[in-house]
């Protein structure tokens, strides 16, 4: 189908932004075991005593800005991270970065982060350059259009523009089921892609359900017309066979966290409405 170059306003990595937040060890947030070595000497972190997040920055309610958190960041994926590090004993440090570089693990394999935790789904393609924590979300993608436009499923895209975003799972669905007249333009990150449907550039964007669904409680001039069952589940990712007691303790603190609620109490936060 017809395509135009991927759409660069705004492109590149947003800036680094790292900010430590407090977390388990005697609630001192300060990385150390009780014996006075870093925690986590065994996972081989950027930093000792801190786990270094990765994120493609914003992608709500994943992960988006927040003055009023610790680490400058909140969402589900963050606060699970951070409530898994808290289970290992370490702090949080987050990047903003871009998500075209995570999802084919060059960001990860430079050795800028210990883990990116960026909505990202498993796929055998990913796998080949990733290693992925055990699944933690469930996904489904959708297609979110103005509620005037008459766009009522996939099928009317014939001659519109739909927006993605660049190196996503929502990006690979849209070129398999899209009419072959429709025009994809992939951008960065939802942060270009909404202000994109809200100028009207874009007539339709296509992406995860539950970042769609934050636009449709935003504005109720737009809605969504369609879901797209996709068997999408999204896991941590990991530089490939490089972190490999890390992404074991984390599958193990997450196992956890489903045991004792707190997964639950964090998934209620965003989702349960």
């Known amino acids: 189908m017809h395509r135009r170059p991927s759409f660069l306003v705004g492109a590149g990595l947003a800036a680094a932004a790292l900010a430590l937040a407090g977390c388990a060890g005697g609630g001192s947030g300060s990385g150390t075991d009780s014996a006075g070595g870093n925690a986590g000497d065994d996972f081989g972190l950027v930093t000792p005593g801190t786990l270094t997040v990765c994120s493609d920055i914003p992608y709500p ?37 871009g998500f075209d570089g995570l999802q084919s693990g060059t960001t990860l394999a430079a050795g800028q982060c210990d883990i990116a935790a960026s909505a990202m789904t498993i796929t055998e393609e990913r796998q080949a350059n990733i290693d992925f924590s055990d699944p933690y979300y469930d996904s489904l993608q959708s297609l979110l259009v103005p509620a005037d436009s008459g766009i009522a499923s996939i099928d009317d895209l014939g001659g519109k523009t739909v927006g993605v975003q660049q190196g996503t799972t929502g990006e690979a669905y849209t070129e398999e089921n899209a009419p072959e007249d429709a025009e994809i333009v992939a951008f960065p990150s939802d942060g270009e892609l909404w202000p994109a449907l809200q100028a009207g550039n874009i007539d339709a964007i296509l992406q995860d359900l539950p ?9 109720s001039a737009y809605t969504i017309v369609e879901e797209y069952e996709t068997d999408e589940q999204y896991g941590f990712a990991f530089a490939k066979g490089e972190k490999t007691a890390l992404l074991e303790a984390v599958n193990e603190a997450l196992a956890q966290l489903r045991e004792d609620g707190t997964y639950q109490e964090i998934y209620d936060e965003y989702f349960a409405n």
């Open 61 to 97: 309610p994943f992960e988006f800005e927040d003055a009023d958190s610790p680490s400058g960041y909140s969402g589900f994926d963050i606060d699970l991270l951070t409530a898994i590090a808290e289970e290992l004993g370490l702090d949080v440090a987050v990047q903003a970065v």
């Open 211 to 219: 970042v769609n669904l934050e636009h449709e409680r935003a504005d």
